[in-house]
């Protein structure tokens, strides 16, 4: 089955730590994207890629890192330096071109304990 | 800076009763208009999207209305049912370099009783 697989699906981090959220598509999507989701306040947009070994960052990217090696592979790391790390983390990807679907993965409930 | 703003934040409907969520948006560059479904611990999924070129586009019981001069769009979902409680969010796409780039509005929680 085609489509974007998140992991862990739950994650736990103890402060000061860090850690990293794989997310990798068998899509063939050029585009990959990081998106954090707090209640009420919609996914706001962390990283994102549109071609292997370049990234750019979104609107909310202090405090993470990501990487893109491969085509398939968009991991986000969650730095000891983002000062509120719990939330619902979300990696998406889409075709180049215009006015097409962003498919998402089932997402990553990162809290700190 | 909000560039698109949704609302209400959260609906309550009866069954079999009409859905309407709101979204208006400022940058006039934005050319592609989706509604993406997201239900509870999952990843939101595309429901319905509509160009600026049309006014309306119907799909099963979910309608898009657009008003290009207000910019302003909204979602009608008739005959609600209690499958259809979910989040949902309304978004705007524009080009960059060659892709699409999203901006999505807070999101819209609704709830339809039995």
């Known amino acids: 089955d085609g489509g974007i697989t998140q992991s862990p699906k739950y994650l736990f981090r103890k402060e000061g730590q860090n850690v990293t959220l794989s997310c990798e598509q068998n899509?063939?999507?050029?585009?990959m994207y990081w998106y954090r989701q707090d209640p009420g306040q919609g996914l706001r947009l962390i990283y994102y890629?549109?071609?292997?070994?370049?990234?750019q960052k979104g609107d909310i990217a202090e405090g993470y890192s990501v990487s893109r090696e491969k085509k398939e592979s968009f991991p986000l790391t969650v730095t000891s330096a983002q000062k509120n790390p719990t939330a619902f983390y979300l990696c998406?990807?889409?075709?180049?071109?215009?006015?097409?679907?962003?498919?998402f993965g089932q997402g990553t409930r990162l809290t700190v304990v | 800076q909000q560039q698109v703003k949704q609302s209400p934040q959260s609906l309550i409907v009866q069954k079999g009763g009409i859905s309407i969520i709101n979204c208006a948006y400022e940058?006039?560059?934005?050319?592609?208009f989706p509604w993406y479904q997201q239900f509870p611990g999952k990843g939101p999924a595309l429901l319905i999207a509509?160009?600026?070129?049309?006014s309306e586009k119907k799909e099963g019981r979910f309608t898009i209305s657009f008003n290009k001069s207000a910019k302003q769009f909204s979602l009608h979902i008739m005959d609600s049912q209690p499958g259809d409680s979910a989040t949902y969010f309304c978004?705007?796409?524009?080009?960059?370099?060659?892709?699409?780039?999203?901006?999505f509005g807070k999101g819209t929680m609704l709830l339809v009783s039995p």
């Open positions: 998406a990807s889409m075709l180049r071109g215009l006015n097409t679907e962003a498919f």
């Open positions: 899509l063939n999507h050029d585009a």
């Open positions: 890629s549109q071609i292997v070994n370049d990234f």
């Open positions: 940058n006039t560059a934005f050319d592609y």
């Open positions: 509509i160009r600026p070129d049309v």
């Open positions: 978004a705007a796409s524009k080009e960059n370099s060659g892709y699409s780039t999203l901006t």
